[in-house]
């Protein structure tokens, strides 16, 4: 069954996205398990608070902790763990990368090459094409997780964080649930079993949960009223499911445009809501990538000189758009994504759709009715089912108690590129500067080194404080980092400090 087919209503949409982002929080793996144990025996103090059953599992951990285990975050740990910096990653879905896993359509490909998309310290195979599509990039992050040994606690969604300054470390709770009872039982089982609430702390807390953290749903007057199907496009998985149908499309991003596209190879004509401008540039220039064209000519000439280059050629190659309702904005592409972060459409195919007519561009929605939709020109077109390409948003202002003001109430960094990547306290972020994934791949290489420098620091003040012979120490600290003992650890008293952690002899 179509994931769509069990909340066909607007209402249910939003709803709907929300539940199948935390209903992965509920399907856990004994590949989790198993990865749990093991953390608790390498760098890190778990205290199971066995008298109280309701409080917390507190773990403390001699490093840094990743929120997220998409590309960023694993770009990020990849790069402390190689410079010697224990790493744990916390994921509320089930694995890594979920987003490309379960929120992308069949048909996607990078559109950018590859060379932009790679991660640090490992490259794409070889015999990978220019754009690999969906499957192979997620094959690429699987094996990248298991290539660095990345530690991950999954289903584990981080419900707050904020540093302590009496203890001088971020406290990280999260809320998983009782995995075992619930595997393949269903969210609403799954719920019934019980929501288990952790504690972590960390001197490094690394903010990765994503510019594509949540779906956002917009609210169109009269959705209450629409009786067919609606969903996020990060519901939507192929055109198949749409055969026979009347399908609208809201919103002209690169989702939007290519779901468009996908639709009419399945003998649907869909309608196309372009509410505003847009900036739609052929994926090539010349047979090179737009963008590494583009990247090529920030390297030299100014940006609006990049921007009068890209906007001329859009137009000797796909004419002028405007005749079909998409209107350019009066900056330029690369402007725009520098400005607002904004991301141009690299078009695959969807403007010769356009300009055969077989996808119906029409303007903003006015507002739903029964069986359909009123534009603001007063057009009224009947509909089977709405497709909101409308966005993400992140999610960091639900669960970062950021007390310095570092991050927008949109839960973006102030801080203008290239410094957005370090907060105060200990606060780093990590592909948050909408730049895509080479961005984030800067970003991990940067904080990597900023907390590597921190770590071994901290570590050799702590070992010269407990044994005075800073040379052997230093030796000691520089080798692979070991399980980190309590030597009179009390599970039960209150703790304002970590405990003294120290490295064993080996
Ligand atoms: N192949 C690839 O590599 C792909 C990459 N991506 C990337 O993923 C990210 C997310 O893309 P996408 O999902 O397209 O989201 P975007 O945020 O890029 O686009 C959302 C679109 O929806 C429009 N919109 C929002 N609300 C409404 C509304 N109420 N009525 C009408 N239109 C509305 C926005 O218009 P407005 O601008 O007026 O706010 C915008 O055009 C981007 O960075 C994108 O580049 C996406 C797909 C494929
Ligand atoms: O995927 C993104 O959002 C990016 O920031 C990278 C990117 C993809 N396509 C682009 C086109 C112009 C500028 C940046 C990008």
Redesign the pocket.
């Known amino acids: 069954m179509p994931p769509y087919e069990s909340h066909s209503t607007y209402a249910a949409a939003e709803a709907a996205a929300e539940a199948f982002y935390s209903e992965q929080e509920y399907m856990g793996k004994a590949a989790n398990d198993d990865s749990n144990r093991r953390l608790c025996c390498r760098s890190a103090v778990t205290v199971a608070a066995v008298a109280a059953a309701a409080a917390p599992v507190v773990t403390f951990w001699n490093g840094a902790i990743v929120v997220g285990a998409g590309p960023s975050g694993m770009a990020t740990a990849a790069c402390l763990q190689l410079k010697g910096v224990p790493c744990l990653i916390l994921e509320k879905s089930d694995g890594i990368a979920s987003l490309w896993k379960h929120n992308t359509y069949d048909r ?5 090459p590859k060379e932009f998309c790679e991660l640090p310290h490992l490259p794409f195979p070889a015999d990978f094409p220019t754009y690999p599509n969906r499957r192979q990039f997620i094959q690429y992050l699987d094996n990248y997780a298991a290539h660095f040994k990345l530690d991950f606690r999954f289903n584990q969604q981080v419900t707050s964080a904020a540093f302590d300054p009496a203890a001088a470390c971020w406290k990280i709770t999260t809320r998983s649930c009782n995995t075992s009872s619930a595997a393949g039982a269903g969210l609403a089982a799954a719920a019934a079993a019980g929501a288990v609430v952790s504690e972590f702390r960390a001197r490094w807390l690394v903010v990765a949960s994503g ?2 953290a949540e779906a ?1 749903c ?1 609210v ?1 007057p009269g959705a209450g009223d629409f009786k067919g199907r609606v969903l996020h ?1 990060s519901r939507y998985k192929s055109g198949a499911d749409y055969q026979g149908l009347r399908v609208l499309v ?7 445009m ?1 779901i468009a596209l996908d639709l009419t190879n399945f003998n649907v004509t869909p309608s196309l ?1 372009v ?2 401008p ?1 900036h739609i540039l052929p994926r090539e220039v010349f047979g090179k990538s737009t963008f590494a064209v583009a990247m090529k000519l920030l390297k030299t000439f100014p940006l609006w000189f990049t921007d009068s280059f890209l906007v001329w050629y859009a137009w000797a190659l796909m004419g002028d758009t405007n005749s079909y309702g998409l209107h350019r904005p009066a900056e330029g592409p690369m402007t725009i994504k520098t400005k607002l972060g ?2 141009p459409v690299l078009d695959v195919g969807t403007f010769a759709k356009i300009k055969n007519g077989d996808i119906k561009v029409v303007p ?2 006015d507002h739903l009715t029964s069986n359909g939709a009123q534009f603001a020109d007063g057009q009224v077109q009947q509909f089977d089912a709405i497709i909101l ?4 948003r992140s999610n960091v202002p639900q669960w970062l108690n950021d007390n310095c003001n570092f991050f927008s109430e949109e839960g973006f960094p102030r801080n203008p590129s290239p410094k957005a990547w370090k907060g105060e306290t200990g606060l780093y972020i990590a592909g948050l500067g909408r730049k895509g994934i080479l961005g984030a791949a800067f970003d991990a290489k940067n904080i990597a080194d900023d907390i590597s420098q921190l770590f071994f620091a901290a570590e050799l003040e702590s070992h010269a404080r407990v044994q005075p012979a800073p040379q052997q120490q230093q030796q000691q600290l520089l080798r692979k980092p070991q399980m980190l003992q309590v030597p009179s650890f009390q599970p039960n008293a209150p703790t304002t400090r970590p405990p003294q952690l120290h490295t064993p002899m080996n």
């Open positions: 996607l490909h990078l559109h950018i510019e594509n956002v917009p169109i496009s809201v919103g002209a991003g690169n989702s939007g290519e809501v509410r505003g847009v904004k991301t903003a929605i390409a409308t966005g993400y």
